[in-house]
């Protein structure tokens, strides 16, 4: 399985801005992408890319204020997440797909077979 290592968390106010990264230890994922699960709910998918051709898919709450990206050379990719508000706080997950990557489950976790330790995201107001 590959090893994801995220960084970027922190603590800021609303309407701020916070810049997530999640380096990948190699090649192999066909998708890759941010989860999030605040306390008490379940993890959910926030914004998928795929690895091909750099596709990218967001949940409705975030569409709009939040950008996946990837930069290939550095096998890395961020989330730049900008507006943020409380409803944004949670623990964030950088998780990998090796296997298929199909559109209509881009942000369900069972497509998903490796995960990284998370990183945590307060927002404050």
């Known amino acids: 399985q590959v090893q994801l290592f995220e960084s970027g968390g922190g603590s800021v106010q609303v309407g701020e801005s916070l810049r997530l990264s999640c380096a990948a230890s190699?090649?192999?994922?066909?998708?890759l992408a941010w989860f999030r699960q605040g306390a008490g709910k379940e993890r959910d998918g926030v914004a998928a890319?795929?690895?091909?051709?750099?596709?990218?898919q967001y949940a409705d709450a975030v569409k709009g204020r939040f950008t996946i990206s990837r930069d290939k050379a550095a096998n890395t990719i961020f989330l730049q997440m900008n507006s943020l508000t409380p409803d944004d706080s949670g623990t964030y997950y950088c998780?990998?797909?090796?296997?298929?990557?199909?559109?209509?489950?881009?942000?369900?976790?069972?497509?998903?077979?490796?995960w990284g330790q998370g990183t945590r995201v307060t927002v404050s107001s």
């Open positions: 998780a990998a797909g090796s296997g298929s990557c199909w559109s209509w489950s881009l942000l369900h976790r069972d497509t998903y077979n490796s």
């Open positions: 190699d090649r192999s994922s066909n998708c």
């Open positions: 890319i795929y690895t091909g051709d750099s596709g990218t």
